[in-house]
């Protein structure tokens, strides 16, 4: 250190450039250069994030007056018992139970995908598994959303090739079901379930492909050499292995579609989802403090899951 900093007074003597001396400056006190590097961001990340994400959650513990229509600016937990009225229960229980589904399906097909391409995609082909999943991602979010609702339309390409396959009897049948049925696939909670899964796909393929990318090969064949059959080398090797990248994904998938208010609004009926909801009440209602409110349901559900996935040992790997 001494030498470095003997090294540092003979470049001041023989004189140097600003830059020079700010280097020497930034050598000497590491801290400086540090404080310097991370300030701007962590102040943007504590005043503009977080800042205004406490702002609204603050928001939640006021209460609107119902006369009045303004906000009563005094700590009360009225609309948290607004928010567990059947109706908004009815919201939340609807959005969580379709995200569930979402994550369930979403991990089951990409699953397969996922370990194509870990074990036996190479070269071009490797090239082509990354552009099939990229490349929707690369388009308009909107505009794939509004092709789906052309898709799922009871004018639409799906409900022609049903016709055409002479299966329009199970399409039928499965709109006539009363709760996931509707019009039309447009107009149904499986329309927006299979837009759902559909948009969030590549969010699990990805992290569940990185997963099994570090799996072993020789794993999988000490597992054969010692007699496992498929079934019991997939449940007790590639499955706890690839389970870190299963939970990175499921987060993504899961947390979404909790959030999400575009897809339920374009496709399928006039239920409320949390999104929605959260949309209505602070536009159009000009409620936000049970806007707020809705917004603590994700953060909760999401706290928790994560805090139970942690303690599965889950994020080891990772």
Do not use: C
Request: proline share 6%; hydrophobic share 55%.
């Amino acid at each position: 250190m001494s030498e470095a900093v003997a090294a540092i007074g003979v470049v001041e003597q023989q004189g140097g450039g600003p830059l020079r001396r700010l280097s020497d400056i930034f050598y000497l006190h590491p801290r400086l250069f540090l404080a310097l590097l991370l300030g701007p961001p962590l102040i943007w990340l504590g005043l503009v994030y977080v800042g205004s994400l406490v702002a609204l959650l603050a928001q939640s513990f006021f209460r609107l007056d119902e006369f009045t229509g303004l906000i009563v600016y005094k700590p009360t937990l009225a609309t948290y018992a607004e928010l567990l009225a059947p109706a908004n229960l009815d919201i939340i229980i609807r959005t969580v139970t379709m995200a569930a589904l979402v994550t369930i399906a979403a991990a089951i097909i990409a699953f397969p995908i996922a370990y194509f391409a870990a074990r036996y995609a190479r070269g071009r082909w490797k090239v082509f598994f990354y552009l099939g999943i990229m490349l929707p991602l690369w388009s308009s979010y909107l505009v794939r959303v509004y092709a789906w609702k052309l898709i799922l339309a009871k004018e639409g390409i799906l409900t022609w090739l049903f016709g055409k396959l002479h299966l329009s009897w199970l399409l039928d049948a499965i709109l006539s079901i009363p709760v996931i049925g509707g019009p039309s696939l447009s107009i149904s909670y499986t329309g927006t379930f299979l837009v759902f899964l559909y948009i969030w796909l590549p969010f699990m393929i990805l992290p569940v492909q990185a997963a099994l990318e570090r799996v072993p090969v020789s794993l999988i064949e000490a597992s054969a050499d010692l007699g496992a059959r498929p079934g019991q080398t997939f449940r007790a090797v590639i499955l706890p292995l690839a389970l870190p990248g299963i939970v990175a994904g499921s987060i993504f998938t899961f947390s979404l579609t909790l959030g999400d208010y575009i897809i339920p609004q374009i496709i399928g009926n006039s239920r409320l989802f949390i999104g929605m909801a959260v949309y209505a009440h602070q536009g159009t209602a000009g409620n936000i403090p049970l806007a707020a409110a809705f917004t603590v349901v994700p953060i909760v559900i999401m706290g928790i899951y994560l805090t139970i996935a942690r303690k599965m040992g889950a994020f080891d790997a990772l």
